[in-house]
């Protein structure tokens, strides 16, 4: 952000510097206290563990995010997608484990091409064809790629559906010499956002017990595993617990959101982690008592969650509706002033991680002042 | 696109001249044989008839689409948001009409501040705040302004809420010399997606009823209007006959989709317009019988609508869903062989506005030949 007082053309619709109540909206705005604290917070927990933290970057898409995990004792992050990894290596980070398995000969190669710029590059599969295409690239460009075992935790996403099968394909990764297999990851996606603590507890246990049979297979087949990877913000608790994974894919800590607030901490104790990302949205029309229509609809929430939460510019009990692509429609609680065209809002997003992806930017706020905007590199990097 | 048989940096990854099955997935596709047929379609309609057609670019946001309906006849293109107009003016397309109400400052001088290089710029209003704002910002530039009243239909969404209201706004825009009142706008959002034909017709007649009245009291107290514009793809039938409107807002006929498929034309006759978009998606893993996961996720589909419906690469009765961000899931039909990664499919999008607006660029396609790329300028273009 240019900070030296002259405007370049459009710059008032950009940010300048201390406006963060005249951003052009709708705008992604990030609190850099509550991230800097998000960030710290999760550090602390495993400070002086044997247990470390590679944070999942599909949650941020955002190298200056990366490079501040990293500089606060994250291993390196992880990736999605091959053109996730690929826009973040151009940006400069330099150590990416792809959590999805990746089965197009052309993303391989252009991945397998970034190896000599990265400090690490690993890679998850979970078929023969995912080896094999890894293999012959790797080969191909005279350098060892390091693999790990996708293993299924019964959510039926991706991985290797059994042990026996997870141990069948540490035997295809081996049988390559351009390939070392350096260990296992399996992400339960579904017991991340069970709300009750007590369930969550139970299905994260259940998933581990089969995880950790995996494991115990694969050591004995392999020796010990240098990686064991999986985890998120919604079970770290539950998993550092059960010791079974070394590294952990948290991912929404950095922001969270209405979905993940919604989720209760073991014990229902309060979550260490605060709501750090907002979207901005402005009044645009306010003709009719009660309600008012704001300029963040569908191109600027994603839609796969619950409604977006008001915490500033209108009542406690106002409630976020959607009018369209375009709009956003206030509800106002029964009694309260009317809202007038102009007004600004900010919302907490139902969802982070695809909320992020419709936005080019963070406008990076401390209080009311805007002090910096982050480019989000991997926007739309969905390939 | 590149067709000199060089291939650039990642140019695999962009899109081969020819090569659709071997795009870099998730990837919008555009079948341009079929977007072409709707193009002439929508244009025959209204050849020889007084009234016209300004498409909504809120659909495409792309300055080649908004060309080539321009090229075919129509007047100009829509806008929904400023950012959107600023995106397609700056990349060449002159002609534009914001029809929602813009309240932010800067916003209004940066596109007052566009208008000598424009042919055309019209505003729709809908407040007296964005009328003064409007008539302040011409006032400093020395242009006149050309303006809409946008009058409310029913939906609540933005728009005077009477005949009374649009009346005097009307006087508070006649008040100020750089501002020109042309006529009136109004979008019954509502009406475009009523699946049933007779009801659909039935709201859509009283919905005009109401708009023919407000036309009526508008021209008493200005005189003639020289732009009556409102109406949508799901009503142009409708509203044509009813002889209220002399623009049509069409937008979504260029692509189809999920969504307006489902709404059956008057007569339970067929649309005269098909899919022509569409998004291609690879499986990514195959491990669990009857299933397939894809790379298609909440990032790469709106999540308004319906599910995607799959059109080739897997057979009749599939069924999309969704595993989250990042994967869909695809269900077999009963007795269906198994897919396998990397195995392509192709869906139609549930809603297409929004999706659209997930990706960078159109995949153009004739057959299974790739022959261009466009840039989705207004992309993230939301404020």
């Not at 484990?97 to 590059?121: A, C, N, Q």
């Not at 394909?169 to 017991?191: D, F, P, W």
């Amino acid at each position: 952000m240019s900070t030296d007082g002259k405007l370049g053309p459009n710059q008032r619709l950009i940010g300048v510097p201390g406006s963060r109540a005249a951003l052009a909206t709708p705008a992604l705005v990030l609190d850099l206290d509550i991230f800097e604290q998000n960030l710290e917070r999760m550090a602390e927990i495993f400070d002086g563990r044997p247990e470390g933290i590679r944070p999942h970057a599909k949650t941020h898409k955002c190298a200056t995010i990366a490079r501040k995990q990293m500089e606060r004792g994250a291993y390196g992050v992880c990736c999605a997608k091959p053109g996730e990894a690929i826009a973040l290596a151009e940006a400069g980070v330099r150590s990416l484990l792809l959590t999805s398995p990746v089965v197009d000969p052309y993303k391989v190669e252009t991945l397998v091409g970034l190896r000599g710029g990265l400090d690490e590059l690993i890679f998850a599969v979970d078929s023969e064809r995912a080896v094999d295409l890894l293999a012959r690239a790797a080969g191909t460009a005279g350098v060892v790629i390091s693999v790990l075992i996708d293993v299924g935790v019964g959510n039926n996403r991706t991985g290797a559906r059994s042990t026996e099968a997870a141990v069948a394909l540490g035997r295809h990764i081996t049988a390559h010499a351009s390939l070392e297999l350096l260990g296992m990851q399996c992400y339960a996606g579904h017991v991340q956002h069970i709300e009750d603590p007590v369930a969550r507890d139970a299905e994260g246990r259940r998933v581990l017990e089969g995880i950790a049979a995996t494991k115990a297979a694969l050591t004995e087949a392999f020796g010990p595993l240098k990686i064991v990877s999986g985890g998120g913000t919604g079970s770290y608790d539950i998993d550092l617990e059960a010791k079974v994974f070394n590294e952990f894919q948290v991912g929404s800590y950095v922001f969270m959101d209405v979905e993940y607030n919604a989720v209760r901490p073991r014990g229902n104790a309060a979550w260490p982690f605060e709501t750090s990302l907002f979207v901005q949205t402005t009044v645009v029309s306010a003709n009719v008592e009660g309600r008012a229509t704001t300029d963040a609809g569908y191109k600027s929430f994603a839609m796969d969650g619950p409604q977006p939460i008001v915490v500033s510019g209108a009542p406690e009990g106002t409630v976020y509706k959607f009018l369209g692509d375009e709009h956003g429609w206030v509800h106002l609680p029964e009694g309260a002033a009317d809202l007038a065209a102009g007004d600004v809002l900010s919302c907490v997003t139902p969802h982070c991680d695809p909320t992020v992806n419709l936005y080019d930017v963070y406008h990076v706020v401390r209080g009311d002042m805007l002090v910096d905007i982050w480019p989000i590199e991997a926007r739309g990097r969905n390939w």
